[in-house]
């Protein structure tokens, strides 16, 4: 648990909101599959602006025009609630209409201002980092989260989110240090410092090590959201490639890549991604781009973007 997230002010009289808006934190950064215990704060108090930004955050993460839709009104009450939220919630619901509306770059700055002021806001990094992420700015991505990897009292989430950062920016060595630290803070608990593990080894040319990481971590994505679940394993099929074990990476793809949560958008990148990479390294792939088809075909022109980074 990002325990110093606890220690930020949210403007709400019900102790059932306030402890599900802080377990939703932990969700999001740690990729938990129960983010969606923010409804519960919802549930218990309408009128906290916070509870109401974050419900509109978690539909927009899904990068969908769908998800906007859906996050619309839950943006509209909290901007109607600013007036009874603090300075941090006010931020927090600018930055989120902003991504709402379209302005990336204005959601990043708002965002980037709340890490500033309160570092150990680590829904803010999040966020932030996804944003940076979609736009390409990988060193922005990494000044910001320098930022919460260098309070005295950070979380291990902090610097799984600076390893993922360095690496992009091309130092897969400090990055891959950065990881083990956050791991040894969050053991069992940041499978994004293993994906920035992933990351770091394949820029450093260590397939087989990557593979092996990755497997020793395995059994604790069972716990994390469908995205990085499905990433995760989707990593490991690269490690699998580069090493030869082309049927590997297939039966990967059937067992741990595609089906988890077929209509998701961002586990269908991950599997369009690995069977073109299979299909190109000559594997017969037969029914299954037609099987991904049928769930993509919805999504055809959609507008909405989807950021995994350098890989």
Same mark, same amino acid.
């Given at each position: 648990?990002?325990? +110093?997230?606890?220690?930020?002010?949210?403007?709400?009289?019900?102790?059932?909101?306030?402890?599900?808006?802080?377990?939703?934190?932990?969700?999001?950064?740690?990729?938990?599959?129960?983010?969606? %215990?923010?409804?519960?704060?919802?549930?218990?108090?309408?009128?906290?602006?916070?509870?109401?930004?974050?419900?509109?955050?978690?539909?927009?993460?899904?990068?969908?025009?769908?998800?906007?839709? $859906?996050?619309?009104?839950?943006?509209?009450?909290?901007?109607?609630?600013?007036?009874?939220? !603090?300075?941090?919630?006010?931020?927090?619901?600018?930055?989120?209409?902003?991504?709402?509306?379209?302005?990336?770059?204005?959601?990043?700055?708002?965002?980037?201002?709340?890490?500033?002021?309160?570092?150990?806001?680590?829904?803010?990094?999040?966020?932030? $980092?996804?944003?940076?992420?979609?736009?390409?700015?990988?060193?922005?991505?990494?000044?910001?989260?320098?930022?919460?990897?260098?309070?005295?009292?950070?979380? &291990?989430?902090?610097?799984?989110?600076?390893?993922?950062?360095?690496? $992009?920016?091309?130092?897969?060595?400090?990055?891959?240090?950065?990881?083990?630290?956050?791991?040894?803070?969050?053991?069992?608990?940041?499978?994004?410092? $293993?994906?920035?593990?992933?990351?770091?080894?394949?820029?450093? #040319? +260590?397939?087989?090590?990557?593979?092996?990481?990755?497997?020793?971590?395995?059994?604790?994505?069972?716990?994390?959201?469908?995205?990085?679940?499905?990433? !995760?394993?989707?990593?490991?099929?690269?490690?699998?490639? &580069?090493? &030869? /074990? #082309?049927?590997?990476?297939?039966?990967?793809?059937?067992?741990?890549?595609? &089906?988890?949560?077929?209509?998701?958008?961002?586990? +269908? %990148? !991950?599997?369009?991604?690995?069977?073109?990479?299979?299909?190109?390294?000559?594997?017969?792939?037969?029914?299954?781009? /037609?099987?991904?088809?049928?769930?993509?075909?919805?999504?055809?022109?959609?507008?909405?973007?989807?950021?995994?980074?350098? %890989?």
């Amino acid at each position: 648990m990002n325990e +110093q997230y606890r220690d930020l002010a949210i403007s709400s009289r019900s102790p059932v909101a306030i402890a599900a808006i802080e377990t939703f934190a932990d969700e999001l950064v740690s990729h938990g599959s129960h983010c969606r %215990v923010i409804f519960d704060a919802l549930a218990a108090d309408p009128e906290c602006a916070l509870a109401q930004a974050y419900a509109g955050a978690l539909f927009l993460t899904t990068m969908t025009r769908e998800g906007r839709v $859906q996050a619309a009104p839950r943006i509209a009450a909290a901007r109607a609630l600013t007036s009874v939220a !603090n300075d941090r919630e006010r931020h927090t619901v600018e930055a989120i209409a902003a991504w709402a509306a379209g302005d990336d770059m204005r959601a990043i700055r708002v965002l980037r201002t709340i890490v500033e002021v309160w570092p150990h806001d680590l829904v803010a990094a999040k966020l932030c $980092q996804i944003l940076e992420l979609s736009v390409g700015d990988f060193a922005g991505m990494c000044r910001t989260s320098a930022m919460v990897a260098a309070v005295d009292d950070r979380a &291990g989430h902090a610097l799984g989110l600076h390893a993922f950062a360095l690496e $992009q920016v091309g130092d897969p060595e400090t990055a891959y240090r950065f990881v083990r630290r956050a791991i040894e803070l969050s053991p069992g608990r940041d499978p994004w410092a $293993q994906h920035a593990a992933a990351h770091a080894m394949a820029a450093m #040319e +260590q397939p087989v090590e990557g593979r092996a990481f990755l497997h020793a971590h395995a059994g604790e994505w069972d716990r994390c959201s469908s995205f990085m679940l499905t990433h !995760n394993w989707w990593h490991v099929a690269l490690f699998s490639i &580069g090493l &030869g /074990d #082309e049927a590997g990476a297939l039966d990967l793809f059937d067992e741990r890549v595609w &089906g988890v949560r077929k209509g998701h958008c961002q586990d +269908q %990148v !991950n599997a369009i991604s690995l069977l073109a990479r299979l299909d190109m390294h000559g594997v017969a792939t037969s029914w299954r781009w /037609d099987d991904v088809a049928t769930h993509v075909e919805d999504r055809a022109h959609s507008p909405a973007r989807v950021g995994h980074g350098r %890989v």
